[in-house]
């Protein structure tokens, strides 16, 4: 073993849950690949059950849409000052940004402006969906990109940034035994149901409990009044507290339809014959398994503005982007209503074999597994 290994140090910073997860797993393939080596950062329980120094948790930095943000100011302030204390006292010799580009971009720029260091960055801004000017920043600040989408490679290239398709981390976390058509091709496998269960996936930002859950609970009244053998699965993020959620359904509804699930939200994706879910991850997610879903999102009115002179995309959905089709129908802002949702669910509930079969289509087009460990390759090297 090489003695210097003992003192090499890398620093992860992200933001938010799904970052968390998927920094965790980059964490356990760095280690595997070379174990003495110190990890500091800013993360949450999946970075921690690596051993990592976790100088700021990331309950207090999820947040998205302008006016959630500038409420969240002084957390984020916090934990920026924090990162450039670490950065002075103990410098690592990497740096991993995981998501999170508004807080990760301008810690970038302070690490490079200030010292010398290196810094890869895995699941990467989103600029295809909106502020394209980041790439100079990117260009300026990072050393190299790991992307996790296959149409970022192009625009990767022509901005002229070292980066590597390393391909999405969710394929090792959802296989294809998983998916709803090996269920149905495979009757030991299958469980027989005699209701019909459908997933709520709210988000895992305490804004997106807000301002989703509510619209979630009524949709599923209106569909229990058309469906009365239907429950519901509540995901609960680690970010949220259960007695929050409980207490948010007993407010809206007088029906006992609902579990809350505080498991991996694979386990709902298995159980469920359709998903309501917050635009996010989680959809490519429920694509994965082949669960036909409904995307929501609704965010205050200014931010929602404000998105829409900004981002200029097709879809908000990751999976309708991969396709370039609308495989997962999407309500958002003031066309996420119950009635329409519910609406909607029911005409799918009537339809499932050719929603799941329009949803076989992402995973042929994102490749194959392992990329968490080809991400880790790329970090030990830039650690020699």
Known sequence: MNFCDKFKHIMVLTGEPSGDLHAGHLVRKIKQLRPNIYFSGIGGPHLEQQNVDLFYNIDQLSAMGLTEVIMQFKQI??????FKKKLNTHRPD?????DYPGFNLKAAQYAKTHYTVKILYYVTP???AWKKSRLKKIKKYIDHAALILPFEEKIYKKA???STYVGNPLMDDYPENISKPFFRLNPLSSKQKDSVIIGLLPGSRKAEIKNLLEIMIKTADLIQQKIPNVSFIISQASSIQKSRLKTFIKKNTPHRLFHINEGPVKDILIKSDLVIAA???VTLEAALCCVPTIIIYKMSSISYWIAKLVIKIKYAGLANLIVNKEVMPELLQNDATPERISKKALYMLDHLDYFEKQLQMVRKLLGNKGAAK???NIAIHMLT
Do not use: E, H, P, Y
Not at 77 to 82: E, S
Not at 94 to 98: E, N, T
């Open 374 to 376: 080809r991400t880790a």
């Open 160 to 162: 002229t940034i070292q």
């Open 77 to 82: 302030k916090n934990a920026f000052n924090l």
């Open 279 to 281: 635009s996010g991850t």
């Open 126 to 128: 989103k600029v295809w």
């Open 94 to 98: 990497l740096i991993i940004l995981v």
